[in-house]
């Protein structure tokens, strides 16, 4: 399993965003895809999920609201759309997958997660 993920940059405050997660070696069904974030001197955080099966979503109070998780299977790839961003939506933005054996709010909240991603770094201006 191989994720790689594009479409960080610098940005202003109040812009959209989205990000990609472009997945190899595996296909979408019986897995789950999310992302995290870790922002310097912070913990990592949760952010959403989706179901590569059925493409179901399950959203972290963080992402409530401005973000919007889907997936395209046939491109086996996982998008973040990110909405009205702030100063304190800048950092580095994970994709992670696994076999969805629980459910998507156990996964996320547990970071059920064994495949990972490199990131790629959000910076949001004020």
């Known amino acids: 399993v191989q994720l790689v993920e594009s479409g960080g940059g610098l940005v202003q405050a109040g812009d959209s965003l989205t990000l990609s997660c472009a997945g190899a070696g595996f296909t979408f069904d019986g897995y789950a895809i999310g992302w995290f974030r870790q922002a310097p001197g912070k913990e990592r955080e949760g952010l959403a999920v989706?179901?590569?099966?059925?493409?179901?979503?399950y959203y972290t109070d963080s992402a409530k609201g401005r973000f919007t998780v889907s997936s395209d299977k046939a491109k086996t790839t996982v998008y973040l759309r990110m909405k009205s961003l702030k100063p304190e939506d800048t950092a580095t933005y994970y994709c992670?997958?696994?076999?969805?054996?629980?459910?998507?709010?156990?996964?996320?909240?547990?970071?059920?997660?064994?495949?990972w991603g490199q990131g790629t770094h959000v910076t949001v201006s004020s």
């Open positions: 989706v179901s590569g099966s059925d493409s179901s979503t």
């Open positions: 992670a997958a696994d076999r969805e054996l629980t459910s998507l709010a156990t996964m996320m909240t547990s970071v059920l997660f064994g495949f």
